[in-house]
């Protein structure tokens, strides 16, 4: 990999639509199959990545006869543009495919999860608030879900792993607030993200501990009571243990409620994930039907003729 000091003044971004940004303006990478390439590239910069495993992230099972030609295209269309933002020849042909000639530190993703490694370190080494400042700066670097917009089985792979890895940076962030007692600080933060997670158990967990220790028993046990129903409602379980502890706790008045990690193991931990992506498809697709079915219907409810 080249050192970064030869580079200008530039940046590619997939924690939200992939972006190439170079002296502060957007360089557009026009065509899917260009952007597509690129992410593949941004994902394991430095690291040479065979053709095939690139046809298969553009193409996935449908790839063409024409497919090797078509990518050695692509490659080309990708370089002219890199070109245009000021970096030439970063891309170079190997024996086996191909590689991105880049730093780390210009990607985005790999800055996020250097800045999990630092944060790793500082905790264990007992610097709490150094952990909360590193997870802080690795969490501010996302724009939105990882890769928005891109289809391709292999970069939605990645992007699913991406987004998981920021849903539990989230969850370490607020475990180690909570244990500097900030709780009043994050109730908003936790609130909005125990919304966008709804079963992830410790999410929840540790919006109630929140909400009690600032001073908001009611909320804290509303809090608890909305997710069991949830959980019933959509995934047909019931809370784990410790939940069920933590809600006798306040019951209780407990001094010493804390933030405890859940009791699911991994395997219901990932079954969950997944079924909250799906939900999230599936509330997606009925938004699309409905607005489909609107157009179809005309403003007054009337079937409108082709």
Known sequence: MQPDDIFGEFSFDLLGPLEFRTKGQEVPIAGVRQQTLLALLLLDAGKTISGSRLIEGIWGGRAPETAEAQLRICVSRLRR?????????????????????LPESRVDVHRFRGALEHAGRAEADGDAAE???LL??????WRGPAAEGLTGPLVRAAAARLDEERASALERC????????????????LTASAAEHPFRERLQSQLITALYHSGRQADALNAYRDMKRR????????PSHRLRALEVKILK???????????????AQTRLALLERE????????????????RL??????RVRS
Not at 136 to 141: D, N
Not at 259 to 264: G, H, I, P, R, Y
Not at 297 to 302: N, R, S, T, V
């Open 253 to 267: 008045q407990n001094p010493e409620l804390k933030d405890e990690d859940s009791a699911l193991s991994h395997n």
């Open 136 to 141: 802080r700066a690795a969490l501010a670097l």
């Open 231 to 238: 959980f019933a409602e959509e995934l047909g379980i019931d």
């Open 279 to 294: 939900n999230a498809s599936l509330r997606a697709e009925r938004q699309r039907i409905g607005r489909l079915m609107a």
């Open 297 to 302: 219907m005309g403003p007054h409810g009337a």
């Open 81 to 101: 543009r890199l070109a245009d933002g000021g970096l030439r020849n970063v891309i170079s042909t190997e024996s086996q495919g191909y590689r991105l000639n």
């Open 131 to 133: 952990a909360v400042r």
């Open 174 to 189: 607020f475990g180690l607030e909570l244990q500097l007692g900030r709780h009043h600080r994050i109730v908003p933060e």
